[in-house]
């Protein structure tokens, strides 16, 4: 039996210059060339969106690259509220912090009818890459790769989101937390890892806290926790 892979990528939109949707389009190409045309079976390759790509402006897109492109819109998970008095510095706003909650937990709803995903950044080229990572991964039972690692550098998330993980589940915090994350602007995972139910619970626990949104807790740092927590080592793509 194939195994189901999507490409996926929460991209924003542009409405008022296409011109600006440049990084994106050549992304999609990279994509294309590098990993789906070299495949003999199909990924799909969606953009996520705030409802803000309009038709007009996703024809654009296909027009100048990869046509085979699904847009889906997540609007529903992106909602004003101006009750929340945020923390932190103000260039986080509260979509760029409801944009890490849909990368740590929404994400895995969308593509629940997946085996795999490779998230890729607008901002990501792919220059080279192996299109049968997928594969590799299922026989050797490799639940996450990665470009590199990164530390959460947010001093705000370091001195809120330990406090809440102690307080509020049964993690070993002071082993967990080592700041060992994975770069999340490009990785493969496989999808049930996530939707598990004891991470799920965790996940829930964690990102859908009002915490999440006032303190801006990142998503490579939360899934760093869980893999760590789980024990699944993160690998590094060659």
């Not at 923390?87 to 409801?98: T, V």
Request: aromatic share 14%; with cysteine.
């Amino acid at each position: 039996m194939r195994i189901k892979i999507a490409i996926v990528g929460l991209v924003r939109g542009y409405p008022q210059n296409k011109k600006l949707y440049e990084s994106l389009i050549i992304r999609n190409n990279s994509i294309y060339k590098n990993i789906v045309n070299l495949r003999d079976n199909i990924i799909d390759v969606i953009i996520f969106h705030e409802g803000n790509i309009s038709s007009d402006d996703q024809d654009y897109i296909k027009s100048h690259s990869y046509e085979n492109i699904k847009f889906k819109n997540v609007s529903q998970y992106f909602i004003n509220n101006n009750d929340l008095e945020l923390a932190g510095e103000n260039k986080f706003n509260l979509g760029y912090r409801q944009m890490c909650r849909f990368n740590m937990y929404h994400i895995w709803e969308e593509v629940k009818e997946y085996d795999y995903i490779l998230r890729v950044d607008e901002d990501v080229e792919i220059t080279k890459f192996d299109p049968y990572v997928f594969e590799y991964m299922e026989s050797k039972n490799i639940k996450y790769m990665t470009g590199r690692f990164t530390e959460d550098t947010h001093e705000l998330t370091n001195s809120t989101l330990p406090p809440f993980l102690k307080e509020n589940t049964n993690l070993n915090v002071e082993k967990i937390y080592n700041h060992r994350n994975p770069y999340t602007n490009l990785y493969a995972t496989k999808v049930d890892f996530w939707r598990q139910d004891d991470v799920w619970s965790l996940l829930t626990t964690i990102s859908l806290s009002k915490d999440q949104l006032l303190n801006r807790w990142g998503d490579h740092t939360v899934q760093g926790i869980i893999l760590n927590h789980k024990e699944e080592e993160i690998r590094l793509f060659p």
